[in-house]
């Protein structure tokens, strides 16, 4: 059973990552769409596309690590510890996020 | 549920109609030819190369320049989304607002699911229906 204090962390961490974290891949997305607006060159207009484009897959694997984090909260190591290390335990076990097959 | 009825009310309508879009958006992006765009993702996380002309790595270099289009050079012919490509090189996509566009504001509504989710979490916790595991942190 988890203390009084994991609780109260985890809820912390889940209204701070709502209210901050979470904005991180709108924010940088509305940059580059300014910055695309502003540049002429054909080629910079696609090397940002692709950045969108990459923002928009961390968004959606952010979005998955979480549904993932809630879904395994009680086995092993906690909501807040199974969101971080998402990533980083996909990497060990030899296969890297979003590469199904 | 039945102990958060604001959140039922006001959220989880909104959330469910969300949270289908963007499954089936996911769904895409995984089973889409065989998954080789979320392959083809990957490959530009883990140290590959986007270049601007398909053919940047072919001594017999085709004439048609195509100026519109991002590619990521690969030397496994798996990833490619054409099967019968002679060059390993993967289209990601043209540079078009048409394009852009929605998928920014996909970006948004997958800023407001994750916020949605967080938020029931957070209730849900707060008022004992669900528990947390011991986090190392």
Redesign the interface.
């Given at each position: 059973m988890p203390s009084e204090d994991t609780t109260l962390m985890t809820i912390e961490f889940l209204r701070d990552y709502a209210s901050f974290g979470s904005r991180g891949h709108l924010l940088l997305v509305q940059a580059i769409e300014e910055k695309m607006r502003a540049v002429d060159d054909a080629n910079a207009k696609k090397l940002l596309t692709v950045k969108i484009y990459q923002e928009f897959m961390s968004a959606l694997e952010d979005l998955g690590a979480l549904c993932i984090a809630i879904r395994h909260r009680d086995e092993g190591m906690g909501l807040v510890y199974n969101y971080l290390t998402y990533g980083q335990k996909q990497k060990k076990e030899g296969q890297f996020p979003h590469q199904p097959g | 549920m039945k102990l958060l009825p604001e959140v039922s009310q006001a959220m989880l309508s909104q959330l469910y109609k969300e949270t289908n879009i963007?499954l089936v958006?996911?769904g895409k992006?995984?089973l889409v030819e065989?998954?080789d765009l979320?392959?083809a993702?990957?490959k530009?996380?883990?140290g590959f190369v986007?270049v601007?002309d398909e053919y940047v790595s072919q001594f017999d270099k085709h004439t048609t320049i195509h100026?519109e289009?991002?590619w990521i050079v690969t030397d496994n012919p798996a990833y490619n989304m054409d099967k019968n490509a002679k060059h390993n090189a993967i289209q990601?996509?043209l540079?078009d607002e048409s394009?852009?566009k929605p998928?920014?504001q996909?970006?948004?509504e997958?800023?407001g699911?994750?916020?949605t989710?967080?938020?029931l979490?957070?209730q849900l916790?707060?008022q004992d229906v669900?528990?947390?595991?011991?986090?190392?942190?």
């Open positions: - | 963007l958006q996911a992006l995984y065989d998954g979320v392959r993702y990957n530009t996380k883990h986007i601007s100026s289009g991002c990601l996509f540079v394009l852009t998928l920014i996909r970006i948004g997958i800023r699911a994750v916020m989710l967080c938020e979490t957070a916790l707060e669900i528990t947390t595991g011991n986090d190392k942190l």
